[in-house]
T-cell receptor, first 111, second 117 residues
Framework: GENVEQHPSTLSVQEGDSAVIKCTYS??????FPWYKQELGKGPQLIID?????GEKKDQRIAVTLNKTAKHFSLHITETQPEDSAVYFC??????????FGTGTRLTIIP | GAVVSQHPSRVICKSGTSVKIECRSL??????MFWYRQFPKQSLMLMAT?????????EQGVEKDKFLINHASLTLSTLTVTSAHPEDSSFYIC?????????????FGDGTRLSIL
């Protein structure tokens, strides 16, 4: 079935260091992988996404890599800042326009 | 700015009450909207897909008579939690595609926190 696993569940990083969050998915038919940031009491906000015909995508301090063979994708945040503290969710679209979400990673940036 | 607006942001009501939540697309037409439920410290779980002009499609285990969805226009979908009970307390979030076509991002509203006493 369609499943997305996300690790780690919690991550604490010193301000200025990098943070990496990893996700694996079960169905090789998936072609679209967005990442969302959710702050307390708010809805998820799209921060970056990647499609299966691309191996890497970067937007300023945020990058996503995709390995279709291994069925995993990762979020990389460089030069972390306190405002990066939030819960991050990966997701995958298994071809039916529905998103299956990972279990989330609570990222804490230590000043 | 926000592209999907959700109202109300917070509801507290007594057990047995029916509660309506609105999801609006701002400055774009949304033929498809999605409704999710999120319990504390958990991930988002898709409840149903709201289709403009037709019946919603529900995920397995979601009671369609309990969670009524209406998508009567291209900019508005509503979720009504009927005869709500404490176990229905949760964070309800809607989303929509801004653009048509394959592999497009979903944009989310800011959620409605429902508390049933």
């Amino acid at each position: 079935g369609e499943n997305v696993e996300q690790h780690p569940s919690t991550l604490s990083v010193q301000e200025g260091d990098s943070a990496v969050i990893k996700c694996t998915y079960s169905d090789s038919a998936s072609n679209y992988f967005p990442w969302y940031k959710q702050e307390l009491g708010k809805g998820p906000q799209l921060i970056i996404d990647i499609r299966s015909n691309v191996g890497e995508k970067k937007d300023q301090r945020i990058a996503v890599t995709l390995n279709k063979t291994a069925k995993h994708f990762s979020l990389h945040i460089t030069e972390t800042q306190p405002e990066d503290s939030a819960v991050y969710f990966c997701a995958a679209d298994f071809g039916n326009e529905k998103l299956t979400f990972g279990t989330g990673t609570r990222l804490t940036i230590i000043p | 700015g926000a592209v999907v607006s959700q109202h109300p942001s917070r509801v507290i009501c007594k057990s047995g009450t029916s509660v309506k939540i609105e999801c609006r697309s701002l400055d774009f037409q949304a033929t498809t909207m999605f409704w999710y439920r999120q319990f504390p410290k958990q991930s988002l779980m898709l409840m149903a897909t709201s289709n403009e002009g037709s019946k919603a499609t529900y995920e397995q285990g979601v009671e369609k008579d309990k969670f009524l969805i209406n998508h009567a226009s291209l900019t508005l979908s509503t979720l009504t939690v009927t005869s709500a009970h404490p176990e229905d307390s949760s964070f309800y979030i809607c989303s929509a595609f801004i653009s048509q076509g394959q592999d497009q991002p979903q944009h989310f509203g800011d959620g409605t926190r429902l508390s049933i006493l």
